[in-house]
């Protein structure tokens, strides 16, 4: 071959190189205009309601040789608190992450200024009022059981530590029916309850206050929801409009010392051991965020 030859050769891979070289693919990234609708997701001392949203984006790719690919995801989770109870239209305070990918979705109160969010069995978020968002890792430990659960609740407990909880406690065998995590050691220890806490079975959600134990548990005999602290049962409500229709869909969440029973308000007086019968205020609506009905009919939407 002669050094011509030789030369055309390489002039013409320099050719394709540069070619190849300007055929970059086309990437557009975008949020979205709107964010999601409000979640409620606890209260502080009983006067302010918590509440996050977060904003979805895309992101596509039309590649150079025609291929078309699409991805999505959200994140700058947003946390924002509203005093409902003055009735005031827009939140007294927010703030939001610059997080494109999850810290995991918030899942719930952890205390009166702290929610909490997980990704994985093994991994929490926590974004205080006012602070940043961490995330930790943890190491998991089991006690008398062998199968572990996705953390659904977390609850203050004794001790400093956190009380976990499944879609259930009522499981048998070598199924764990809770878990204790302590922040401070990073780990999550999976048990079966002993003898001491066997009570707690009977618990659809729980707290420790002081050095007792409190426990909210819908009654199976009646439309009525019980109070118990340390096994003994100190208080019952029933609304004299629920009906046996509520039986079956009685839905409650127990955020500090608010306890919502299917959309009413109450409180429980942690000092006096009992859930306080007159209601704070009702949500209305969940549909489109969150609306919110005051003891004297008035509304207010977030």
Aim: glycine share 8%; proline share 1%.
């Amino acid at each position: 071959m002669g050094r011509w030859s030789i030369a055309w050769i390489f002039l013409m891979s320099l050719t394709v190189v540069g070619l190849l070289g300007g055929c970059a693919d086309d990437v557009t990234f975008e949020w979205n205009q709107s964010r999601t609708q409000s979640k409620l997701i606890g209260f502080v001392d009983d006067s302010l309601a918590m509440a996050y949203d977060y904003r979805c984006w895309s992101e596509v790719t039309e590649g150079w040789n025609g291929s078309y690919d699409e991805i999505g995801d959200c994140g700058h989770n947003r946390l924002c608190l509203y005093n409902y109870q003055a009735q005031k239209e827009g939140p007294v305070w927010c703030d939001s992450l610059d997080n494109k990918k999850g810290e995991g979705s918030f899942e719930g109160q952890l205390n009166d200024s702290t929610v909490w969010g997980g990704s994985s069995d093994t991994y929490f978020s926590f974004w205080k009022i006012k602070d940043e968002c961490k995330k930790i890792k943890v190491k998991e430990i089991f006690e008398s059981c062998s199968i572990g659960f996705y953390a659904k609740k977390l609850r203050v407990w004794l001790n400093g530590d956190f009380f976990a909880m499944g879609k259930s406690m009522a499981f048998s065998g070598d199924s764990c029916q809770y878990a204790i995590l302590d922040t401070n050691e990073r780990t999550i220890t999976y048990k079966r309850f002993d003898k001491n806490l066997k009570w707690i079975e009977k618990c659809d959600d729980l707290r420790a206050w002081g050095n007792e134990i409190f426990c909210i548990a819908l009654k199976s005999d009646s439309l009525g929801i019980s109070l118990w602290v340390d096994g003994e049962e100190k208080d019952v409500i029933e609304h004299p409009e629920w009906s046996k229709s509520y039986l079956e869909h009685r839905v409650f969440s127990l955020w500090g010392d608010v306890l919502e029973i299917n959309g009413t308000i109450q409180k429980i007086d942690y000092r006096i051991k009992e859930i306080v019968k007159d209601p704070i205020t009702m949500i209305y609506s969940r549909q489109y965020g969150i609306e919110f009905l005051s003891v004297n009919g008035e509304r207010v939407s977030y």
